[in-house]
């Protein structure tokens, strides 16, 4: 990102503050809570995220924001991970907007490091295993709070609080019942006009003009009692949310595949997959060996060179919100017996049944096939093409077929994917000694992944429904007259919708898979205030607290599939691991109510851990200072060494077969790369300039786990102060810089890094990693493709500064007029930089989206929420500005890493401002209506060239990070009694 585009990003940054500045001061921070999370509690002991330690006056020294429920309730959330994903610390992961591909959950991404590199929590305790950690589990409407921790914290919580920590406060008191529901739904005018004009020119048809879809459903209903003595409270939950699935051919945006076109990459077409609906044969052998031809589109059985005119839109029946029904019930106790002994326990379930859609089935480009030359299907002039000489006898010929299943029918690819999650957690707590206090628990979670791929062509079905000869006149399988498959059905591929019906019902068959992930959790920690004993700083008035502990975890993961996914290349595994933990954490104040030294204080935390499958321990520690000179404002700095053993799906995840955006650039008559080149990569002098281009600019990388991996080894720092001028009441804010660094981060090298690297350096190990199909030379299908399997790379770095503030303005001197509340919380991003491989040199995305970068890093993303509480009416009107800065293109850098070809059209993404405004009116004491509008001017996501999308990009742009469905609504209400 060039100094213009930096000075931009600062001036937005600027802007906000200034407009606080001129109503408040100064700006005000994001989380309604963050205030109250910086002052002192005034419970006789609590526990603050990021630390073991329980004290009444202790405040955090790890950078922390603090989402509260009144900010889950303007957003009109029923996805909490679209909560967190506002935040500019986060960045979106796997979501409701993911469909091709998608797993089915939501996972939350702080830092950009990775869903791995982040420990979600529920009341400070694991939710989940990490890699499973779908916070779909979490009930919106029972979120009290959402402490998010962004300084590192594996010391205090283990390995896997990389970047950070989320932990989700429930609600989990209640004294009677609450009932809550709320109903949703999208409003688009389908008004761009560039899309609409390329999808006029292709001749397809255009979304409706207005569009009124998306429709989501959330109803909750909790009960609780106290006990009549009040020592204890248990409180029932069930929940059901319903999200309805919208089609990409609803908006203009992404009805159609979007191709790069014209001088420079300066224009875009509706273009598509290559695997098209008339049929397209690639010759692999015979007389004409290499030709790419095509089904003409008039029916007939006639042969005709393949151009780009027959490319097939895959869009529209694509989802851009996947379907989804999600039950969520629960349960949560606790009873005091005595001061020793206060019993705890909870039950969490959630069953979530989702659907992604794409485009229907084909006969991929990619599988050989074979075709025997006296096929009566065939025409004569098809079969002297294919086969010359021996046309008509029963030589076989291999070829490649893209032929789409689109006649009567045909239906779209659907993936049914169902989780089923459970969670307990018992335990007991209490005091064992005056100021020494302990806690023992067990967690125990399961996750179950039923999977079941619907609508796809079993290939080995295909393979004898292409083997037919005559018999009597009739068109029949082989496999029938030999008895091997009495059931097969002929398929007429050699012209425009020549199949039949029960050709379909032939081919469909449906593949399954099922896995299971469990882990148990034993943990003991006690906790001592050593104040009481006289253990203390000469110079301070609290004395040192302390808190240890042991844990054990054991992780266990079955994955099965049926054989026919295993035919088609998904592949069994199982494993487990455990791990054997100890910590202690110190809290210290050295100085306290000194001249120029309100507070001093110290704190120290270390955890050994011993994994069964490495050949050493390995040990995590933290050091943070905190020093207010008065009560106006506090200093913080913290130092995190962590160490991230690898995850159970990252050591035993099965290996296969998946899509990736990428150009093979040895592909089509007159490839991009050199022969010497594109020889370096396993192209043959036969095969060069006969290599089918990746179809719909989607090659193929082969991924999954990795038994022998080493441990990430991260280092983070912060520093940064807490400002609360006496003479503001109401007033707070923070600032803070970070920098967290990844030694031998545990990932992949990505697809066009592989492709870019090998072509343009001759490096040997990059070119090692392409994996040719023999025959044909191609990166797709199923035996080609770029391995991507789980190894120790280089490094991860990223650095920033977070700006988080609050003020409530008080308008009582002006009358009745109550109180405006004013929320911020801004980002800057310093850097974020990539080693793929030690020594190799790096790259920094900051500023950019793409190929390499994958989604938008912004230099600068903030929010601004303005809330005006009108005491005479009991309600509250809200309005929210969220601002998310400009990004370039990554292959248009001219860092090696990144360069690609030079793209004109999408070289930019403008700066993003969203308006949301919502409402809360409580009409009874019983009753809360509430009602809201996001993206209220109905802004348009960016439209972007599918084959530069990358990580969760969809529809022809990044759905989780630019509002996709349009302007959304949404009224709820919430009743006690």
């Not at 990569?681 to 082969?702: L, R, S």
Request: glycine share 10%.
């Amino acid at each position: 990102m060039g100094r213009k585009q930096a000075r931009l990003d600062l001036l937005a940054g600027a802007a906000s503050v200034a407009v606080l500045s001129f109503m408040a001061g100064a700006p005000a921070a994001f989380a309604q809570d963050v205030a109250k999370a910086e002052e002192p509690a005034t419970l006789d002991a609590v526990v603050v995220t990021g630390s073991r330690i329980k004290r009444p006056n202790l405040v955090s020294a790890s950078p922390m924001t603090v989402v509260g429920s009144d900010e889950v309730k303007f957003q009109g959330a029923t996805s909490i991970d679209s909560v967190l994903n506002r935040l500019p610390q986060f960045t979106a992961d796997s979501n409701e907007n993911g469909s091709n591909g998608s797993d089915g959950t939501a996972r939350v991404n702080l830092r950009n490091m990775g869903s791995s590199r982040v420990l979600v929590l529920v009341d400070g305790q694991r939710m989940l295993p990490t890699e499973t950690a779908d916070v779909n589990f979490i009930p919106s409407a029972l979120v009290d709070r959402v402490d998010v921790v962004t300084g590192g914290a594996s010391a205090v919580y283990g390995s896997d609080a990389v970047s950070g920590v989320v932990n989700f406060i429930l609600k989990k008191n209640l004294n009677g019942l609450r009932f809550d529901a709320q109903y949703s739904a999208a409003q688009h005018t389908n008004d761009n006009a560039y899309p609409r004009s390329l999808i006029t020119q292709a001749n397809y048809k255009l979304p409706e003009k207005h569009v009124r879809d998306g429709e989501k459903i959330d109803v909750n209903l909790a009960i609780g009692m106290n006990a009549p003595n009040g020592k204890g409270n248990v409180t029932f939950y069930v929940g059901y949310r319903e999200m309805k699935p919208v089609t990409q051919d609803t908006r203009d945006y992404s009805a159609c595949g979007l191709n790069l076109a014209g001088s420079n990459n300066n224009a875009l077409v509706c273009g598509g997959s290559s695997n098209n609906e008339y049929g397209l044969f690639t010759l692999l052998s015979g007389p004409n060996s290499g030709q790419t031809l095509n089904n003409t589109k008039d029916g007939a059985k006639t042969w005709v060179p393949y151009n780009s005119s027959f490319l097939y839109n895959y869009a529209p029946t694509n989802y851009i919100q996947r379907s989804d029904a999600r039950y969520t019930a629960g349960a949560f106790a606790h009873y005091e017996v005595n001061k020793a002994a206060e019993v705890y326990g909870s039950v969490m379930f959630m069953d979530d049944h989702t659907f992604s859609q794409a485009a229907p089935s084909a006969l991929f480009q990619g599988t050989t096939f074979k075709i025997n030359c006296n096929n009566p299907l065939m025409s004569a002039s098809q079969a002297a093409t294919m086969c010359g000489s021996a046309a008509g006898t029963d030589v076989n010929q291999d070829v490649f077929i893209g032929y789409r299943l689109t006649g009567p029918g045909s239906s779209p690819r659907r993936d049914d994917l169902r989780h089923t999650d459970y969670r307990v957690n018992l335990g007991s707590r209490g005091e064992i000694a005056p100021g020494w206090t302990y806690d023992a628990s067990f967690l125990f979670s399961t996750v179950i992944l039923d999977e079941s791929y619907k609508n796809n062509v079993d290939n080995a079905k295909a393979m004898k429904a292409l083997q037919v000869v005559n018999v009597n006149g009739v068109a029949t399988c082989k496999s029938v007259v030999d008895g091997t498959d009495p059931s097969c059905v002929p398929i007429d591929v050699f012209k425009y919708q020549g199949l039949s019906g029960a050709a379909y019902k032939y081919l469909y068959a449906p593949t399954y898979t099922h896995g299971v992930q469990r882990e148990k959790v034993l943990s003991a920690n006690i906790n001592g205030d050593l104040g009481q004993y006289g253990i203390k700083s000469p110079w301070a008035s609290d004395g040192a607290a302390l808190a240890f502990g042991v844990e054990h975890r054991r992780e266990e993961l079955k994955f099965e599939a049926d054989a026919l996914a295993q035919a088609n290349g998904t592949k069994e595994n199982n494993g487990a691991f455990s791990v054997n933990e100890a910590y202690g954490e110190l809290d210290l104040p050295l100085v306290q109510d000194a001249p120029f030294i309100k507070t001093l204080s110290v704190n120290a935390g270390y955890r050994t851990s011993d994994y069964n499958y490495l050949d050493k321990r390995v040990s995590t520690y933290k050091v943070e200072l905190q020093y207010a000179p008065t009560s106006d404002i506090r200093f913080r700095a913290s130092y995190n060494r962590a160490v991230r053993a690898a995850n159970i799906s990252e050591l035993f995840a099965p290996q296969g077969l998946g899509n990736v955006a990428a150009v093979d650039p040895c592909s089509g008559p007159t490839p991009k790369a050199s022969a010497a080149a594109c020889a370096l990569t396993g192209v043959t002098a036969a095969q060069y300039g006969k290599i089918p281009d990746c179809p719909a600019e989607t090659c193929v990388t082969q991924g999954g786990g990795n038994p022998n991996l080493k441990p990430e080894v991260a280092d983070t720092r912060t520093a940064g102060f807490v400002l609360t001028p006496r003479f503001l009441p109401g007033f707070s804010m923070s600032v803070d810089y970070f920098d967290i660094y990844v030694d031998k981060y545990i990932g992949a090298v990505d697809a066009p890094t592989v492709i870019n690297q090998c072509v343009q350096t001759s490096n040997p190990y990059f070119c090692g990693l392409f994996h040719r199909d023999p025959t044909s030379g191609v990166l797709f299908g199923d035996r080609g493709y770029i391995v991507a399997t789980n190894q120790n790379t280089g490094y991860l770095q990223t650095s920033g500064i977070d700006v988080t503030s609050n003020y409530r303005w008080d308008l009582s001197s002006l009358g009745n007029f109550g109180d405006i509340d004013f929320s911020f919380v801004g980002t800057y991003l310093n850097s974020r930089k990539i080693e793929q491989l030690p020594g190799l040199g790096s790259y920094n995305c900051k500023g950019l989206f793409g190929p390499t970068c994958g989604q938008p890093n912004p230099g600068w993303r903030h929010q601004l929420r303005a809330t005006w509480n009108l005491p005479w009416i009991a309600a509250s009107v809200s309005a929210n500005w969220r601002y998310f800065g400009a990004t370039d293109l990554s292959s248009n850098n001219s860092n090696p890493f990144l360069q690609g070809d030079y793209v004109e059209i999408n070289k930019k993404i403008k700066a993003y401002n969203y308006i949301d405004l919502a409402a809360n009116w409580k009409v009874r004491e019983q009753l809360t209506l509430r009602a809201g509008m996001n993206n209220l001017f109905d802004k348009d996501p960016p439209v972007i060239a599918a084959g530069l999308l990358s990580s969760f990009g969809n529809g022809n742009t990044y759905p989780g990070v630019y509002d996709p469905m349009g302007r959304t609504m949404f009224v709820g209400l919430t009743m006690d009694f």
